[in-house]
């Protein structure tokens, strides 16, 4: 099963007033080793415990619930969270998604999951460790598209992260998720497709053992990012579910000794 063909996001509005709370975290630019020559960041939180990357959705690195959820994160986990731009502002804009053929074009020339992993290991990963320390466990998260950028990092050969999270994530197959080389918890909303088959995929059944489904049911696709609706009680009690669950799999998984 794939979600490769299908475009992401087409069900469910996005949230255009403001959400409730205010973010805390800093804009800042890295120097980059791509053609790019700088890579804008969100940081939030400064605590050691583990530095977190995060991939943020289709709709980019200025939507506000996507920074309050990495705000709250670092808070939970003790840590740093770092949201790069791995689009450098040509974020996906238009909703819903009428023309499936420019959106596979946008995919392809703006949000090629190959061109984030790069920046993440060539630029954030280095980053990380001089602001960290070598010693600091890393991890990365991911939403909708981030949520395929987690599953195909986690299979490379060079990962440098001991677990991932898919937040209701997008365009990952079973094959994607076959290959994974740390664990992964993959939490898909009520109307994203069927997950939990694709850790049974997973060939090495000790690391499978270690990852984790969990699908959240009420809300739709997107209700961490900017389908987020914060004012409704209940879409910000499953987005705090959602960052609890995602801490607790990150701490479980790079408890040190």
Known sequence: MSLKDEACCRQGTPVDHPPVGATVGTVQKLQSSS???????YKTGSGRRVG????????GFEVEQTRLFCDELAAAVDGTVVMPDYFRGRAWKQFPIEDQAE????IGEVADAGKAIRDTFDTVIPYMRQQLGDDCPVAII???????????TLADS?????CGVGLHPSRQSAEDIAKIRAPIALFPAENDPEMAEFLDGIPDKELAARCLHKRFIGVQHGFCTKRSDREKPDTLAKVQE???DTAEFILERTRRN
């Open 158 to 162: 060079s990962n440098p992260f001991a």
């Open 103 to 106: 959106f596979f074009k946008w």
């Open 142 to 152: 991911g939403f909708c598209w981030g949520g395929w950028v987690v599953a195909l």
């Open 52 to 59: 977190i990357v995060a991939a943020y959705d289709i709709f």
């Open 242 to 244: 959602a960052n609890r």
């Open 35 to 41: 053609a790019d020559s700088q890579l804008p960041i």
